[in-house]
């Protein structure tokens, strides 16, 4: 008897402890300059994509989050666009049931332009 209200409790307990927090994390992956001149491509809205897998008591993955895979989601949003500038790359940890179940993801954002080739250009 003692047993089972220990355990409703302990299940109450972790059902209503804090359900929808998240901790980012930020880190700079890499950086790129590139020189480009006002008529080498066309702007677009700033887009944002991500890829989550789920971790089990807290610890047990079955697999990463992929930032290639991040980036191709944030590039679905943007429909012209062929390249992903001031690129931000950071992991985001969702706790769905405290203990028991979180998200980790990579989120992926940045401004969708589209570069113009040399065929395009007419060189």
Avoid: W
Avoid at 39 to 56: H, I, K, L, W
Avoid at 81 to 107: G, K, W
């Amino acid at each position: 008897m003692n047993t089972r209200f220990i355990s409703i409790l302990l299940l109450l307990v972790v059902s209503l402890v804090g359900c929808a927090r998240s901790v980012p994390h930020a880190r700079t992956v890499e950086e790129i300059r590139i020189m480009l001149k006002p008529g080498d491509y066309e702007r677009f809205d700033y887009v944002q994509g991500e890829d989550c897998v789920g971790r089990y008591l807290a610890f047990f993955r079955f697999a990463s989050p992929n930032v290639v895979v991040a980036a191709r989601n944030a590039m679905q949003n943007a429909d012209e666009a062929n390249f992903l500038t001031n690129r931000h790359v950071s992991m985001d940890e969702r706790f769905i049931v405290p203990l028991l179940y979180h998200q980790v993801c990579v989120v992926v954002e940045g401004r969708a332009i589209r570069l113009h080739t040399a065929a395009e250009k007419g060189l």
